[in-house]
């Protein structure tokens, strides 16, 4: 089973920085394992300044410019476009985020960690463009940015794709996972129903979500394994 098309949610965040988010929302509270799933944009005068976090992953993947990273480990990247960076925030981190010579913006996914993971050592992972695996098939490029090849790992079993759709794809979550897909640039059709960019469909395990560009599609789309246990969230904090 899937949901049809649907647009994501205008969020703006302290410091102005604007947000197109999937969750949570009103309309749609957190899908096990995942807190959180935005494309955020940056402006070079704004920023995530310092900030806490704990009890959950992070995974930043970037489209456009670049941000830098700094953490109270040592940690200080820059990440540009098609890198991903992973913020293991386990039992206490605190870390910023800003643009790095000018706008910049991207996909953050948050991954909860299982109850007997949250206080897990914190911890920070980078990985290029160049390293995360990309295979072409007839009627799409695929980049895996978490799952089979690719050096980001997680506590959670995730699988998390940047799919450049030129003529027809098909995604399947795995049986008895929930999974999502959200259009990043152009249009298209998923499961026959018109989608483009700012939207997405909600895809239960077992399910295959079949997609088609209108020209030119770009789609994350991601899949989790639940933890099946409750998700609160409060702000930075997944306890």
Not at 151 to 167: F, N, Q, S
Not at 184 to 194: D, F, K, L, Q, R
Request: charged share 20%.
């Amino acid at each position: 089973m899937h949901t049809d098309p649907q647009p994501a949610a205008n969020v703006t965040h302290p410091g102005g920085m604007n947000a197109s988010r999937v969750l949570p929302t009103a309309a749609r509270d957190h899908l096990d394992p995942f807190v959180v799933f935005e494309r955020f944009y940056i402006a070079p005068d704004q920023g995530f300044e310092t900030h806490p976090h704990r009890g959950f992953e992070i995974i930043s993947y970037m489209l456009e410019g670049e941000m830098a990273h700094d953490d109270s480990l040592g940690n200080e990247d820059v990440v540009g476009p098609g890198d991903a960076m992973r913020v293991t925030t386990g039992s206490g981190i605190r870390h910023s985020e800003m643009p790095a010579g000018g706008a910049c913006n991207g996909l953050q996914l948050w991954v909860n960690l299982p109850r007997e993971l949250k206080g897990t050592d914190p911890g920070y992972g980078e990985a290029s463009a160049a390293e995360l695996p990309t295979t072409e098939t007839a009627g799409a490029t695929v980049t895996t940015v978490v799952g089979e090849g690719s050096p980001v790992e997680l506590h959670t079993p995730v699988e998390y794709r940047d799919a450049r759709v030129d003529g027809e794809w098909t995604w399947t979550v795995p049986d008895g996972w929930n999974g999502f897909c959200y259009g990043v640039s152009g249009s298209g059709t998923a499961a026959g129903e018109p989608m483009t960019a700012g939207e997405f469909v909600v895809v239960e395990g077992g399910d295959d979500m079949p997609l088609a560009a209108d020209g030119s599609f770009r789609v994350a789309a991601v899949a989790g394994r639940p933890h099946d246990e409750p998700i609160r969230q409060r702000g930075p904090f997944v306890e």
